[in-house]
Each structure stands twice: as structure tokens, then as C-alpha cells.
């Protein structure tokens, strides 16, 4: 466990990842899942190893981020389903147990160390340019975004 990956508990870091992996990969089997949440905690220990990053340092800034994770905007549909979520949902126990291993570091990542990902069919202004390192699921990801 690296307890500079959460700010506050490692709880609160497991819940607010589970909220964004339920927000913005609900719909992906297991291994979708993961690929989120290896981004997220990618760009965790990318931040560690600069001694910060502009997106933060720890998976609850990373994750709350604004404009960096949909599921979080105050406009979102998606905002009031993750705030409202709990485990007796089997998708959201689900995401809880991904999140709980990202944050103790046993989850591994299929993702080549993407920091950031976009849904299939869509090409955002900031991904043009770059080649993706992966495709897993409905999502294709990055790494050395700036």
C-alpha cells in the first residue's frame, strides 16, 4: 500500500474511485473497469514522481478533477446516479473491489501506463496527434499526453 495515493483514508479514496469507475465505465465487463482505474492511478504515480502534477496527487484530486473525469460535472446526468450508488449494486460492488486493489497497488495494468482514455467512436481535440497505446473495451488509451 502507497499511502500517498489517497489524500484523507484509503477509504475515501476506494469510494471515490468506485464512483468514477461506476460513472464512466459502468457499462465495460471486468477488465474495462480496470483500464479506468489504471489511468487514474497512473496519473497518481506519474504526479508522485514529479512531485505533482496539474491534475493532482493523490486518487481523490485526480478523480474530482474538473473537466477530467464526465461522470463529476455538475451538468452530468451521471452526478446524481454516483452520488446515489451504493453496494448493494452489483456493478458498484464491482467497482468497489477494482478500486480497492488499484489503491493497494495489486491491480495490474493492461493499459501500458495510459493517463488518459476516450470512448471508441469519438476524437477529442486532445488525442489527435497521438497514438493510442491500447483499446480495451469501448475505450482507447494514451500515454505521454502533455
Known amino acids: 500500500m502507497n499511502p500517498s495515493r489517497y489524500s484523507k483514508t484509503p477509504e475515501d479514496a476506494i469510494d471515490t474511485l468506485a464512483r468514477t469507475l461506476y460513472g464512466e465505465a459502468r457499462g465495460e465487463k471486468v ?3 480496470e483500464a479506468v482505474a489504471s489511468v487514474i492511478i497512473n496519473r ?3 504526479a508522485l514522481k514529479r512531485g505533482g502534477y496539474w491534475w493532482g496527487n493523490d486518487v481523490e484530486t485526480v478523480c474530482l478533477r474538473p473537466w477530467q473525469f464526465s461522470c463529476w460535472n455538475a451538468n452530468d446526468p451521471n452526478r446524481d446516479k454516483i452520488l446515489l450508488i451504493d453496494n448493494s449494486n452489483k ?4 467497482c ?4 480497492r486493489r488499484a489503491v493497494f497497488g495489486t491491480l495490474k495494468d493492461a493499459t501500458c501506463g495510459a493517463t488518459h482514455y476516450h470512448r471508441t467512436g469519438l476524437l477529442p481535440a486532445w488525442a489527435r ?3 493510442p497505446c491500447a483499446e480495451i473495451g469501448h475505450h482507447v ?6
Request: glycine letters at 4%; a positive charge.
Open 129 to 131: 496527434q497521438h497514438i
Open 141 to 146: 488509451f494514451y500515454k505521454d499526453i502533455p
Open 96 to 99: 468497489l473491489r477494482v478500486a
Open 31 to 33: 477488465r474495462g473497469i
Open 91 to 94: 456493478i458498484f460492488a464491482t
Open 44 to 46: 497518481v504515480e506519474k
